[in-house]
């Protein structure tokens, strides 16, 4: 069974850091593309950062702040999120594509690449 667990997520103040993990059981990360994605509810689902076939992608709201990486020997990836704004609240899902990455690098923000999500975590910055 393939499983994505986040942790990382919680309350914290304007200004301040914050680094979520995604941890991938039951399937081999290799080199597939990964995602991070947000939502508040009532809104659609944001693609955050990722990386695909070559590129990392950012949303243009956090470029600048937030870095995405990976850790293929564990397993994991992650989202380092600095100078957090109030606006950042939502519930952060990791997501990984079952396939190889072979779609043009500016799709990865899209939530319909992906196969295997996270039950998401919940990040709230208090102004």
């Known amino acids: 069974q393939v499983h994505l667990v986040e942790s990382g997520g919680g309350l914290v103040h304007s200004g301040e850091s914050l680094t979520l993990s995604c941890e991938v059981t039951g399937f081999t990360l290799d080199w597939r593309a990964i995602g991070w994605f947000r939502q508040v509810a009532g809104k659609e689902r944001e693609g955050v950062a990722s990386i695909g076939k070559r590129k990392r992608l950012y949303a243009e709201s956090v470029e600048g702040r937030f870095s995405i990486s990976r850790d293929n020997e564990k397993n994991t990836f992650y989202l380092k999120m600095n100078n957090l704004m109030p606006e950042d609240t939502a519930v952060y899902t990791c997501?990984?594509?079952?396939?190889?990455?072979?779609?043009?690098?500016?799709?990865?923000?899209?939530?319909?690449?992906?196969?295997?999500w996270g039950q998401g975590t919940q990040v709230t910055v208090s102004s």
């Open positions: 997501a990984v594509d079952r396939d190889e990455a072979v779609y043009t690098d500016d799709l990865y923000l899209r939530s319909m690449v992906y196969n295997y």
